[in-house]
């Protein structure tokens, strides 16, 4: 797959569960990592965005979430992603929790 976004219900996406019917927004690749930066779970605390984590690292790629909300930084925790900081020209200092 090609870098860029990953809109709902395309190709991809179904392939690792991020449909519309469990979710609003939009996922984005680049080199190997799958950025979750703005998504919003439809149906809450019924494992989706769980689910999502775990089907994307089936794949191979690796996860960043920046500035996630505080439920999603509970279930990054929880998973053991690391909490980092990268930098951004228009944002500066950025907290970007990343898959081991």
Same mark, same amino acid.
């Given at each position: 797959m090609t870098d860029g976004i990953i809109e709902l219900d395309s190709e991809f996406a179904r392939a690792i569960g991020f449909t519309s019917d469990k979710f609003d927004g939009w996922l984005w690749r680049h080199n190997?990592?799958?950025f979750i930066s703005f998504i919003r779970s439809k149906q809450k605390r019924?494992?989706?965005?769980g689910?999502?984590?775990?089907? @994307? #690292?089936?794949?191979?790629?690796?996860?960043?979430?920046?500035?996630?909300?505080? =439920? $999603?930084?509970? @279930? #990054?925790?929880?998973?053991?992603?690391?909490?980092?900081?990268?930098?951004?020209? =228009? $944002?500066?200092?950025?907290?970007?929790?990343?898959?081991q």
């Open positions: 190997n990592f799958i019924q494992g989706n965005f689910r999502l984590l775990d089907t @994307i #690292l089936e794949t191979g790629s690796r996860i960043k979430v920046p500035t996630p909300s505080g =439920l $999603m930084k509970i @279930i #990054l925790q929880r998973r053991r992603f690391k909490q980092t900081e990268e930098y951004d020209e =228009l $944002m500066r200092p950025v907290e970007v929790w990343v898959s």
